[in-house]
């Protein structure tokens, strides 16, 4: 968490120097200039790394059995783990973000379309701009 506080802090330096922006709050001056928190980059990564093809690619993650879902039909479903570092692996801190998105975001025909529906989506959510929220849908 250190290493994200030291960047926000460059963020933070660098978005006073914008002189509209001098008198706003943090997570105000990331709204008016649509830069997300970095929190929000990484897991967008995650979630770019993480669609619906990829599965063979985790062995840890599968396509559940049921194929009649809510939703999309790229669901994924992450084993049971008994130790924290599997846990947490990313593969697997994306799964119940994933199984929430709307299926025009997840159907995406290729990544640049699928990260530009994705931020739009995302912008009603607090956590894109502040970096001390959770991540959850």
Known sequence: MKEVED?????KRASKMVKECSGLKYV?????????????????????????SDVQSY?????????????????LQSGKFRNNPRKFFFSNRVVSVWNELPDVIVEAANVTKFKIMLDN????????????RDINI
């Open 7 to 11: 960047i926000e802090r460059v963020q």
């Open 28 to 52: 105000d001056r990331l709204k008016y200039l649509k830069i997300p928190c970095l929190k929000y980059r990484r897991f967008r990564g995650d979630l770019m790394m993480k669609n619906g």
């Open 59 to 75: 062995p840890q993650l599968k396509k559940p059995l049921c194929t009649i879902t809510r939703g999309h039909n790229f669901k």
């Open 121 to 132: 989506y995302m912008t009603d959510f607090d956590f894109v701009y502040d970096y001390k």
